[in-house]
């Protein structure tokens, strides 16, 4: 049974966020789906991916192609994920089922601190996920690092 990672980003953004938390991923030996809400936002972050340091180049692509099965990382906004996710990161706000919690190694859900809605939304996944009993760990950055603030 896997852990809900709720990341509550206040100093750095999604973009400088997200590399940091697929590379240790990658590194623990997982596929990983990166679950979106808007086509045009999973897009733009496939670009950031894409113009990262040349030394740290993470292997992904965007969900739509004919290889998405063999992807170590796919950005999508459906539900499934044909690479076989080991670990599921949403972001903006995109929902997560108690039972992916429940089959995946880890579930992490970023959420920027700068708005308000995400805030919220987060704060009802939270209630959700715990809810249906859910294993969950709430870290902030606020401090300048990451801190674990909360666990259920």
């Given at each position: 049974?896997?852990?809900?990672?709720?990341?509550?980003?206040?100093?750095?953004?999604?973009?400088?966020?997200?590399?940091?938390?697929?590379?240790?991923?990658?590194?623990?030996?997982?596929?990983?789906?990166?679950?979106?809400?808007?086509?045009?936002?999973?897009?733009?972050?496939?670009?950031?991916?894409?113009?990262?340091?040349?030394?740290?180049?993470l292997p992904?692509?965007?969900?739509?192609?004919?290889?998405?099965?063999?992807?170590?990382?796919?950005?999508?906004?459906?539900?499934?994920?044909?690479?076989?996710?080991?670990c599921l990161?949403?972001?903006?706000?995109?929902?997560?089922?108690?039972?992916?919690?429940?089959?995946?190694d880890r579930?992490?859900?970023?959420?920027?601190?700068?708005?308000?809605?995400?805030?919220?939304?987060?704060?009802?996944?939270?209630?959700?996920?715990?809810?249906?009993?859910?294993?969950?760990?709430?870290?902030?950055?606020?401090?300048?690092?990451?801190?674990?603030?909360?666990?259920?």
């Amino acid at each position: 049974m896997g852990a809900a990672y709720f990341y509550h980003l206040t100093q750095r953004p999604l973009e400088a966020t997200l590399p940091v938390l697929l590379e240790k991923s990658l590194a623990a030996g997982w596929r990983v789906a990166v679950r979106g809400t808007d086509p045009a936002r999973m897009d733009w972050l496939d670009q950031r991916l894409w113009l990262g340091p040349e030394e740290g180049f993470l292997p992904h692509g965007l969900a739509g192609g004919k290889h998405d099965a063999l992807q170590p990382v796919l950005l999508t906004v459906q539900t499934t994920m044909p690479n076989d996710a080991a670990c599921l990161m949403a972001v903006d706000g995109a929902e997560v089922a108690p039972d992916e919690v429940s089959r995946l190694d880890r579930v992490c859900i970023l959420f920027d601190g700068h708005d308000a809605m995400a805030v919220e939304a987060a704060r009802g996944q939270w209630r959700a996920l715990t809810g249906a009993g859910c294993k969950a760990q709430y870290w902030s950055e606020e401090s300048g690092r990451w801190e674990k603030k909360a666990e259920a």
